[in-house]
């Protein structure tokens, strides 16, 4: 493999648990909104049709197709806000993750983040995490509203495009059913699927599973 890239949300920084109760607590503030009805929703909900998507696609799944423009990009802030608060003191790697950002680093492989996340989760994560050691901002492909949501495979494509690697010679690591999907679609080489505790039915059987990323070490011949 010349080219690695990761998911970051659910793959690098395991906080799934953290997303799950930022959405659960926003549609529990917009519980009694009569203008913004929210679906009610269950944590398998979630697993199932909003990780590894946009926040466009998330907040018309939870509050309705019809919201306008303007109420999913203040929703998605919303969500974000409490998001950010939760976690702010729990950020860290996956277990193994700066193991392998060094073998790969010494090994000369290109490797960078391709994830949904906003900009501004970006900037947290570079203020809470030790990012800048292991990737250059420009190695970091996020939601900036011109690429189609996962499971389509536009992001994967252009982290693949901005770091230099083609299909036949990119590994993908992804933890949700929809990012799974989309890096299947992209055509990489090598998708490994990484298990924090709720991988996805849609894994099993399909691709490699790794619950730490020293796991990942033989599979990229490391």
């Known amino acids: 493999m010349k080219t690695v890239i990761f998911d970051f949300n659910g793959t690098l920084f395991w906080d799934s648990p953290y997303h799950n109760e930022a959405f659960l607590e926003q549609v529990r503030l917009h519980s009694g909104d009569v203008a913004l009805k929210a679906r009610q929703i269950t944590v398998q909900d979630i697993r199932e049709h909003i990780m590894g998507r946009t926040n466009d696609q998330i907040m018309r799944y939870i509050f309705g197709e019809n919201i306008t423009d303007a109420q999913v990009d203040a929703l998605a802030r919303e969500k974000e806000a409490l998001y950010r ?9 996956a277990p193994g993750a700066e193991e392998l950002f060094a073998a790969l680093k010494n090994a000369g492989i290109t490797y960078g983040i391709a994830t949904s996340a906003p900009a501004e989760n970006i900037d947290f994560y570079y203020a809470h995490m030790d990012m800048e050691k292991w990737f250059p901002r420009r190695n ?83």
Request: aromatic fraction near 8%.
């Open 85 to 93: 608060e939760i976690c702010a003191d729990k950020t860290c790697f």
């Open 140 to 222: 970091v492909v996020f939601a900036d509203g011109t690429l189609r949501g996962k499971p389509a495979p536009d992001i994967f494509v252009k982290a693949m495009d901005i770091l230099g690697g083609t299909p036949e010679d990119t590994a993908i690591f992804e933890d949700s059913a929809a990012g799974l999907m989309a890096a299947e679609a992209s055509g990489a080489a090598l998708v490994v699927a990484v298990d924090a505790g709720d991988l996805p039915p849609y894994a099993e059987g399909r691709f490699p599973i790794i619950t730490d990323f020293r796991q990942a070490l033989p599979l990229l011949g490391l």
